[in-house]
């Protein structure tokens, strides 16, 4: 079976990992999955390095990343990417508001052949709770300006939770995004690169505890930035980037997500 891992950066989220790890863990054991979940340090001050130290002596699925480079979401899951040792990796964020039934979707899909595997939130059979009217509004209009520009028939490219086979992490680098933009380099990367990719439906929680890493006026520019780079890199690179040079990436939406 393919090993597959979880990576899960946390910034000041110690009140959230015991519940991450409570829902996860169970889910994967009784889908028979072998696994590791990564919880990788963003640079907290609150305790959570000691609260995943303590999971993982409990637990040696469980590891402990510290995130060397600077802080940030970005530099995060960059770290994480560089420490897994799977055949294929799921990013999931650390405040509970992923469905770890949809981690067991994703692998399952990635084992039918496919190099990424993306979620919809806004798929006709996804629940969507808790999440606030003005970042929802900016979540539409922004997906729907990267749909247009990339010509792609997905609808929610800025979710942070998806899947990726070893090899496309390979084939995406280098990575340039130090915050959230990353949740839209990676798989416009692997997009445009050639990389085989299926949309499934995919639920999101609002947070119950933390505060939202999330912020707007920050990351406008860096947003635009990763978007100007992938769409020139498609345009103007000649395919010099794409899977084996000649390779034709296909996609496939399931009924749900179509």
């Known amino acids: 079976m393919r090993r597959f891992s979880i990576v899960i950066p946390a910034y000041n989220e110690a009140e959230n990992i015991p519940q991450v790890i409570a829902a996860i863990v169970p889910i994967l054991e009784s889908a028979d999955i072998p696994f590791e979940m990564l919880f990788v340090d963003d ?5 959570t390095a000691s609260v995943v ?15 060397d480079y600077p802080r940030g979401y970005g530099f995060a899951v960059r770290k ?8 294929m990796v799921a990013v999931v964020m650390a405040d509970c508001s992923d469905d770890p039934n949809d981690i067991v979707t ?3 899909k990635m084992c039918e052949g496919y190099d990424c595997v993306f979620g919809s939130r806004f798929a006709k059979t996804s629940l969507v709770t808790g999440y606030p009217f003005h970042k929802m509004l900016l979540n539409r209009v922004g997906n729907w300006m990267i749909c247009c520009m990339f010509w792609i028939p997905y609808d929610d490219v800025t979710n942070a939770f998806k899947c990726y086979s070893r090899e496309a992490v390979d084939g995406m680098r280098p990575f340039l995004s130090c915050t959230f933009n990353l949740t839209v380099e990676l798989p416009l990367k692997a997009i445009a690169r050639g990389y085989s990719w299926a949309v499934v439906p995919t639920n999101w929680y609002g947070r119950k505890k933390g505060i939202s890493k999330w912020k707007v006026v920050e990351l406008g520019s860096r947003y635009v930035f990763i978007l100007l780079y992938v769409w020139l890199e498609q345009l103007l690179s000649r395919g010099d980037y794409r899977k084996g040079r000649n390779f034709s990436g296909h996609v496939h939406l399931s009924k749900d997500s179509e």
């Open 106 to 108: 994703y692998y399952r």
């Open 53 to 67: 130290r303590l999971a993982a002596a409990q637990d040696a699925r469980i590891k402990y990343v510290s995130n």
């Open 80 to 87: 994480g990417l560089d420490s897994f040792s799977g055949d």
């Open 43 to 47: 640079h907290s001050s609150d305790g």
